[in-house]
């Protein structure tokens, strides 16, 4: 049986370290606060952005929420950006993604104030994040990879030496996790797989390590694995119970595949809810550098 990277409560540790900062924060007159913006109903997205304002309660930062109806246009959204760079209140903040259609995605991503992107998805910081081998930059780290590594790492687990097959390679979390996994304080040694790899099977089961971010159910089978391996899951997709007839989240990790690790981050409770506290992390870390 493998053991369980548990995200909610390594979660809910980083979360109780991050309110004692906020605390000497304000006791300085600084109270970090996260600006979230989200455009449209997809309930999905207002479940996730919900659970970062509830996150923000818990640690004491304070909340700054722009909900925005399906038809915002193109100007109206970039007037928001606008009001938020300049908003002293909001230390860092998020655009939710996915934008609708008729929203020009990456170049709203590049309005935002480098240094108040709270989910280090701006073009510089993700520029920093090349130039930074040694992990000595001060700039915020995507969420989601930089969970990832805070969750092997907090179970006791070494990356160094490891091969690390990244199973996805979508701009939030595959691509940036192969550069976050070559810095030289975590000396991983990363592959990228993708649609494009020709022995897909055969490339995850060389690995130490797995990082399904994938979002197919169960694309990960057993004959995948090698006996042991450390497995992240990070995809989520909602499908219907067969039993129940109801909507679960399902991961990319297939249960038997899962039987055959040595570790294995749950789905839901793993990767989720360390990419909250992450971005909790890199709303502290901006304060903490005004206030020094
Ligand atoms: N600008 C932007 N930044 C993001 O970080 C971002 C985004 N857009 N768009 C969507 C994805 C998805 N994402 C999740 C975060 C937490 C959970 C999470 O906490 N999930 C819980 C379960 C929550 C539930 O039940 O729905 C868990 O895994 O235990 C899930 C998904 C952040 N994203």
Excluded at 126 to 143: F, Q, T, Y
Excluded at 146 to 175: C, P, Q, S, Y
Aim: one cysteine or more.
């Amino acid at each position: 049986m493998a053991e369980i990277l548990d995200g909610k409560a390594t979660a809910a540790a980083i979360k109780a370290e991050l309110k004692e900062r906020v605390e000497a924060l304000k006791a300085k007159g600084i109270t970090p606060g996260l600006g979230t913006v989200l455009v449209g109903d997809d309930p999905a997205s207002h479940s996730y952005v919900g659970g970062k304002h509830k996150d923000c309660a818990e640690v004491g930062i304070a909340s700054i929420r722009v909900d925005l109806p399906e038809n915002t246009t193109q100007e109206e959204l970039e007037a928001e950006i606008e009001k938020l760079n300049n908003d002293p209140a909001c230390t860092g903040y998020i655009v939710q993604l996915p934008l609708p259609k008729h929203i020009d995605t990456n170049r709203i991503l590049e309005l935002v104030d480098p240094d108040k992107d709270a989910d280090g998805l701006h073009p510089t910081n993700l520029g920093r994040l090349v130039l930074n081998a040694g992990g000595e930059i001060d700039s915020p780290l995507p969420c989601t990879p930089n969970g990832v590594i805070e969750l092997i790492e907090r179970h006791g687990l070494d990356l160094n030496g490891k091969t690390v097959a990244v199973f996805g390679r979508g701009v939030t979390v595959g691509r940036p996790l192969g550069l976050l996994l070559t810095r030289k304080n975590v000396n991983a040694t990363p592959t990228l797989v993708h649609t494009g790899t020709k022995d897909v099977a055969g490339a995850l089961r060389e690995a130490d390590v797995i990082v399904a971010a994938v979002g197919q159910p169960h694309i990960v089978k057993a004959d995948m694995v090698k006996d042991g391996a450390i497995l992240l899951d990070v995809g989520v997709s909602r499908i219907e119970d067969p039993e129940t007839g109801k909507k679960k989240l399902t991961g990319d990790i297939s249960p038997a595949a899962a039987e055959k690790a040595s570790w294995v981050s749950p789905n839901p409770g793993g990767v989720g809810p360390m990419t909250r506290a992450m971005l909790l992390v890199n709303v502290v870390e901006t304060a903490e550098r005004h206030a020094a």
